[in-house]
């Protein structure tokens, strides 16, 4: 079973073995196991007690009633890269359907930051950070199949938070190179939330902070609605994943390269516990919604922007523009209005909806200001329109009051 054998994370395993077993700690505390290469000698007997749930949950399911699929129609979704939302309707048509989605934990090197060189080996969900917008309504069930090519290093899940059960579909979605798993959850809470891979212990944020997650947005059937109930239409959706990575510097202060996936791992998880990263990026990158990457809109458009963020909190802020309704939780309440700064809870998606009044360049930001400009997570809205003196008119331009 040579091809689950990832040479970098032997060689990893070999630096922390003398620097104090890092990487053995972690892997005791992942208990199933959380490497590929580890694959293939189980030894149950020293399995911790949550992975002995997992089993059980998993043969729970073969001896349980099966779910009661008629009265739902089947439809394909086809995930698309962020900032942009899969083709759905806001309102529900007809009854409930098992929505069939497809991922592949696809490991890349990617570029974070072109001025300095910083990269990172991502681990992804279909290639991008964050990993694509799934939606469905209310009384939907999700399908999806996931996919671990054959070519990847590591062992991958999925945890949604949406889903009831089994750490999210964690338990019951391991996938190793090679391998694929199919998972169905039926969508009880309308609202946005977040999923991520949880392979086990230090793993978890291992993975998180390589960019692997994203956010499934549970429409309520009838749409979304103010306070009074009254419908609440948007016309595009602005898909936003902060990420915050830590990545391992060398003596001179410059960012290390490595050759594969998880050949970082130990010195991520020095990076990791400084709990201070070295970047807070949206959709993966610095730059990634800025200059030709900004986003549009039109003044008179109602934009839904999602904003995920799997690991920390965040405190979104577009400026020149306000939240006219944000749901930091679930659709089922009412929405917040009127809101300058809203807040992510670190482990959740949410969504803020706003229609522009002006044209120009609207920066969205994570308020932490340092975090905005020094760490990255800004965007750009590129507005085009009418410009309205009404709501604001630069009456004198700046001059000198010296005669
Ligand atoms: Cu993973």
Redesign the pocket.
Same mark, same amino acid.
């Given at each position: 079973m040579t091809k689950f054998i990832n040479p970098g994370l032997t060689q990893t395993s070999r630096r922390n073995v003398l620097r104090g077993s890092v990487l053995a700690g972690a892997a005791a505390m992942t208990g199933a196991g959380a490497f590929a290469n580890q694959r293939r000698t189980p030894v149950p007997r020293m399995q911790p007690p949550a992975a002995r749930f997992i089993e059980a949950e998993a043969q729970a399911q073969v001896q349980a009633a099966p779910a009661d699929l008629s009265g739902y129609t089947r439809v394909k979704q086809e995930l698309v890269a962020p900032p942009f939302a899969p083709a759905h309707d806001q309102v529900a048509t007809g009854g409930p359907k098992i929505i069939e989605v497809y991922m592949e934990?696809t490991e890349k090197l990617m570029v974070v930051d072109e001025d300095t060189g910083a990269e990172v080996w991502a681990?992804t969900y279909n290639g991008s950070v964050p990993g694509p917008l799934i939606i469905c309504h209310e009384g939907d069930m999700v399908e999806l199949t996931l996919r671990n090519p054959v070519d990847s290093m590591?062992? +991958?899940?999925i945890d949604f938070h949406a889903s009831t059960g089994a750490l999210g579909g964690g338990g019951l979605t391991h996938v190793y190179p090679g391998e694929e798993t199919v998972l169905r959850w039926k969508a009880t809470k309308p609202g946005c939330f977040t999923y991520h891979?949880a392979?086990g212990g230090a793993?978890i944020p291992y993975?998180v902070t +390589?960019g692997?997650n994203g956010a499934v947005m549970v429409l309520p059937r009838d749409g979304l609605k103010d306070a009074e109930g009254n419908p609440l239409r948007y016309d595009s959706i602005a898909y936003i994943g902060e990420q915050d990575y830590y990545l391992p510097k060398d003596e001179f202060g410059d960012y290390k390269t490595y050759e594969a996936a998880g050949d970082d791992y130990a010195d991520s998880l020095d990076a990791m516990r400084t709990l201070t990263p070295t970047h807070c990026v949206f959709n993966g990158a610095v730059g990634a919604l800025t200059g030709e990457n900004a986003l549009q809109a039109k003044v008179g458009e109602t934009v839904l922007m999602i904003h995920n963020q799997a690991n920390r909190d965040s405190r979104p802020h577009l400026i020149g523009g306000h939240g006219n309704y944000v749901w930091e939780t679930s659709f089922s309440d009412p929405p917040l209005t009127g809101v300058e700064t809203w807040f992510v809870r670190g482990g959740t998606a949410m969504a803020a909806m706003y229609t522009f009044e002006q044209p120009g360049v609207y920066a969205y930001v994570n308020h932490n200001l340092i975090e905005a400009t020094l760490l990255g997570a800004a965007a750009h809205f590129v507005v085009e329109g009418e410009w309205n003196n009404a709501l604001m008119e630069q009456v004198v331009a700046p001059r000198s009051f010296e005669t």
């Open positions: 934990t681990l590591m062992e +991958h899940n891979c392979p793993m993975h +390589h692997m």
